[in-house]
Nanobody, 121 residues
Framework: QVHLAESGGGSVQAGGSLGLSCLVS????????MAWFRRARGKEREKVAT???????TYSESVKGRFTISRDNAKNTLYLHLNSLKPDDTAMYYC???????????????WGQGTQVTVSS
């Protein structure tokens, strides 16, 4: 069983920054497609960013240039750094993992419980 635990959410004013972390319970980080998703109230879930086992990253258009996904395999931790935050970034943020390649657009078998990010104007 794989467990993911997010931390680092909170409240910030527009234009501010936050850093999210996702601790993975065992060493699958280096061989997995890792991702951050978000779900805002009343909206569909959005895939925000991914990083594959080779370190290649992708971002949604809504966050490209503002958010950075990274991972530390030695610490079994996935990160998301959020810059230039906007009120529209307010959402519950989830990390997710799958042993399939990101290129296969996996369904993501493993999910964290989420951490709330709230951006005020």
């Amino acid at each position: 069983q794989v467990h993911l635990a997010e931390s680092g959410g909170g409240s910030v004013q527009a234009g501010g920054s936050l850093g999210l972390s996702c601790l993975v319970s065992r060493s699958i980080l280096s061989t997995s497609c890792m991702a951050w998703f978000r779900r805002a109230r009343g909206k569909e879930r959005e895939k925000v960013a991914t990083v594959d086992s080779g370190g290649v990253t992708t971002y949604s258009e809504s966050v490209k240039g503002r958010f950075t996904i990274s991972r530390d395999n030695a610490k079994n931790t996935l990160y998301l750094h959020l810059n230039s935050l906007k009120p529209d970034d307010t959402a519950m943020y989830y990390c997710a993992a799958d042993t399939y390649s990101c290129d296969l657009n996996p369904a993501f078998a493993y999910w964290g419980q989420g951490t709330q990010v709230t951006v005020s104007s």
